[in-house]
Each structure stands twice: as C-alpha cells, then as structure tokens.
C-alpha cells in the first residue's frame, strides 16, 4: 500500500526539489504540501496535478497536526526555526502507534554549528573545529541550546524520545546550499546569491574580515537525494537508515573558504563588465551588517560538518559541481533580476 506522505515548503527552494526528487521516484505515493495561498496552490497544482494541496501556513497548528495525524511519513522542508510548527507535528505524532508508526524528516541546517561564532561576535577567521554525523553522532544532538535551530531540533528530537516504537525522526542538516532548484515555486538559495547581488549593487567587491572562514557545500539537487533515500528507508519500515538518536545527517560535498568565493564574485562580477575591477577591500562587522543585516553569519562564519552517515548507510554520492564552478550563472542571475 502506498504511503501517505505530507510535505511543507513544497513551493520553497529546498521543499520544492525534495518533492520533484521524491514525486519522480514514487509517482504512486499520496502527496499532500501545506501551502498558504490559492496562488501557490495554483501553482503546485499546475506541476504536480495529483497532490493534495491543504491549504494553511505554519501557523496553523491544527491543521498540521491533523495532518501529521493521518500520514505516514512526514517531510517538514519548512522553515527550520518556527516553533509552533514544530510542535504541531510533535502533537499530530502522538496520535501513532507501534502498529502504524511515524516517520518525520525534518530540515535544519548546518548553522547550528556557527556557535562559537556566534558567542564571540566573530567573523572572517579560521576555527580548526569539525564536526562529524558518525563518531560525533552524540555530540549533534546535545549541542548547546544558544545554538542557531537548536530550539526546534529538540522538539524534532524528543518526538522520538517520547515513544521511539511510535515516531521515529530523523533531521537533514545541510550547509550552504546552492544550484537551481526544479521546484514550482522558488528556485535558488540565499547565501551565494545575496552576496553576488551585494557585489553588484555596491559595484565593488569585499572580504568578510580577512575572508579566512570555512563552511561546507551541498548542491541543493545532490541534497535531494538524502530526502529521497531516508523517504525509501521510512516507507521500507527503518531500511538502512538510522532514526531517533541516531537520526542526524549532515549533506556536503566538501568544504570551502568564504574569501576564496567573495574573491571569485568580485573577478566574475568584473569579467562581466558589471564593476569596474575586480579588487575586493576588507570590511569589518559594522560594513558587513549594513550590506546585510545577518551577513556576519552569512558570510564570515565557520560551520564544518561532515556527511558521513548517508555516505556509510545509503552509498550517497553528491554528483553536482561545486559552488565555485557555479559562481559565473550566480552573478549573471542576480545580474538580470537586477536590471543590470
């Protein structure tokens, strides 16, 4: 029997190509997505025609426990910080049981690593620590409470803790993210793009403090792929993947260092002939916050995890290319939707 599955964020860049991921693979799956407008139930309706759309916003919480109530799996691509959210599907998860359990795959994000940044207000250095989703398992569930996401993971965490036979979680964790996405509704990420569209805008590029910070990359089309597989583990009843305490998987095709993509913004920004050269000049917290009111973080933070768990337990392999080698369509993107 197929599975009955709900999805939030089906319009939103990640949620939108998780579902062309998970829609394509199992065409005979029961899809329903919260949207919270007839707009863009029009336009989820238009590409995928056999969804149920429920109409509603993360704020209605009865409506997405009833919701969670009724499926068997559960993908929360939604915003990772909203807390009624999150214990709404933490209440519709107590209507399961042992004999019709639960399986909710919910989406935070590798700036819950940011932490020490985040404490010491600084930006645009190197921290040497890395964290790891196998031998580090332990220490990504119990991560401070100041850090970023922090908040919704332990609600997302203690669904499983409060009867493991019932519900059981896993959550996705990707850094930045980056690619188009083949969604219907958004179709790009944040963070690349912003600071392209910062470059363009100010007509001279920057470096974040010394530009010496370092996070890692995930194609959003080769995040999909850990959805899909943890989507096959759930509807096979666990198969190879690991839920609950054990349910914590990063997404990253290798690390990176900001400055050396501010630099390459600035030179693809002056090949294009947008700005007149392609220097970058050092700014400090208060220039960065002005660009960006969250650019401190965005930009000049360090948050190092490495996927190994969907590595080990399902074969993944991201396949795309790195962020730098798409940097050229990022900067003519933000170009054109600037009028430049």
Known sequence: MAPKVFLTGATGYIGGDGL?????????????????????????????????????????????????????????????DHVAAAKAIAKGAQHHTPERPL????????????VEDQRAR????????????????????DLPEDAFHRNVDEIIIGIGRRDPFSARTAIVCPPTIYGPGRGPGNTKSVQAYLLSAAVLKRGKGFLV????????????????????????AAAEGGGKATWNEEGYYFAENGSFVWGDIQRKVAEEAYAQKFISSPAVESLDAKQTTEILSVGLYAWGSNSRGRA????????????????????????????????L
């Open 20 to 80: 062309y991921a998970v829609s394509n693979a199992h065409p005979d799956w029961e899809l329903s997505a919260l949207v919270r407008s007839q707009e863009k139930a029009a336009q989820l309706k238009a590409k995928y025609p056999n969804i149920r759309v429920v109409l509603g916003d993360l704020d209605s919480s009865d409506v997405i426990e009833e919701e969670v109530k009724n499926a068997d799996i559960v993908f929360h691509f939604a915003d990772c």
């Open 103 to 114: 399986w909710v795959i919910h989406t935070s994000g590798t700036g819950i690593l940011t």
């Open 122 to 141: 600084s930006y645009g250095v190197e921290r040497p620590k890395e964290y790891n989703d196998w031998e580090g398992i332990a220490e990504l569930v």
């Open 308 to 339: 190994l768990r969907a590595r080990n337990l399902f074969g993944w392999e991201p396949k795309q290319p790195n962020l730098i080698d798409l940097i050229p369509e990022i900067v003519s993107l933000e170009a054109k939707e600037l009028g």
């Open 209 to 232: 403090g010394k530009g010496e910070n370092i996070w890692h990359q995930v194609h959003v089309q080769d995040l999909s792929n850990v959805y899909l597989a943890l989507g096959d």
